[in-house]
């Protein structure tokens, strides 16, 4: 450690301070761990201690996370960590618009919220836009917050339709090798969707509405030559939709309707020969208005802190394996 700083953090409430600190202090060994500073509490102040820079960075961590509290945030594992990596790159003023919509209540009375600043550009792109493309790894909350934000439009009548829509090539299966009749075949590839859907509004009130029709889970097959009005469209899984199932989707759009297309450009199922219709989408209408193409990070990843670790090192192998990759191809075109 260079030079030894201290600073002082002033709390007002002490509900702040027992939310920020966590059962048995975690929260705060953990930026004392991230940030390799010293921090103690007496009374309604917290002492940092550590080099000049560190201690900065941890008197914001401090500061956000207590912001974050007096709102009535749950400060939790996922929480802290965010906040250090949102201090880390410069990006802490952003903490302040964290915390402020709410896309949708679930049948248990849970508000769901986006948690990371690319979930929130997604949750107000989606609200902005007609189509919405949202790319990125599992865990980032494409979905979930996309069916969130459907249940809202839905519960507000600014749609009369619910329909979750995917591609049914899924890790190599074929849909003639699973047993039972055409709606049995497809329900394994839309469970995440019906999960989702069941979490918003409760398995009773989701079996009324599909019973009526004014909710619909079906594979990408059955939007042929259909025309979507008053409707709220998700497609997901979109990384394995050939080039042609994206253009006749995208092109099912109705008056009224909005739709959120969701896909990991990682995660694709295809074979080698067919080009992915989510890659080709976010090519293609990059530059045309009214749609707006999301691209969520590790960063947003919001399961446990594993899954984070887990897609940055599969993400750091593949730049070593495409970096490996060309020598070879150049002996291959001198010798022939």
Do not use: W
Not at 9 to 25: C, K, N, T, Y
Not at 305 to 318: G, P
């Amino acid at each position: 450690m260079s030079h030894v700083t201290e600073r002082i953090v002033s709390v007002e409430r002490v509900e702040d301070l027992i939310a920020v600190f966590g059962s048995f202090d975690e929260n705060i060994k953990r930026i004392e761990e991230a940030l390799d500073v010293n921090i103690v509490n007496r009374g309604n102040e917290l002492k940092i201690s550590g080099d000049t820079e560190s201690v900065d960075k941890a008197a914001r961590t401090l500061e956000g996370l207590l912001s974050l509290a007096a709102r009535g945030e749950t400060i939790d594992e996922q929480r802290v960590r965010y906040l250090i990596t949102l201090v880390q790159e410069g990006n802490d003023a952003l903490v302040s618009q964290m915390a402020k919509d709410v896309v949708c209540i679930t049948a248990k009375g849970k508000p769901i919220k986006a948690k990371t600043v690319g979930q929130q550009k997604y949750m107000q792109a989606i609200q902005n836009n007609t189509i919405t493309i949202g790319v990125g790894p599992a865990g980032t909350g494409k979905t979930y917050l996309a069916v969130a934000a459907a249940v809202a439009a839905f519960r507000e009548r600014t749609v009369n339709r619910i329909i979750l829509t995917r591609p049914a090539v899924e890790a190599g299966e074929r849909l003639g090798f699973l047993p039972g009749d055409l709606q049995n075949k497809v329900d394994p590839y839309l469970r995440p969707l019906y999960d989702a859907l069941y979490d918003m509004l409760g398995p009773e009130t989701f079996q009324k509405y599909q019973e009526r029709g004014s909710i619909e889970v079906a594979p990408l097959a059955y939007m042929r030559g259909r025309t979507l009005d008053d409707s709220f469209i998700i497609l997901d899984e979109a990384q394995n939709t050939t080039r042609e199932q994206m253009k006749m989707f995208l092109t099912r759009l109705g008056f009224g309707s909005k739709i959120v297309i969701t896909g990991d450009v990682t995660q694709i199922d295809l074979p080698d020969d067919k080009v992915s219709g989510l890659k080709d989408a976010v090519r293609v209408l990059e530059d045309v208005k009214d749609i707006a193409i999301c691209k969520l990070t590790s960063a947003d990843v919001v399961r446990h802190a594993l899954v984070q670790q887990i897609i940055n090192a599969y993400e750091k192998a593949s730049k070593k394996q495409e970096q490996s990759r060309p020598a070879p191809q150049k002996r291959y075109t001198q010798r022939k």
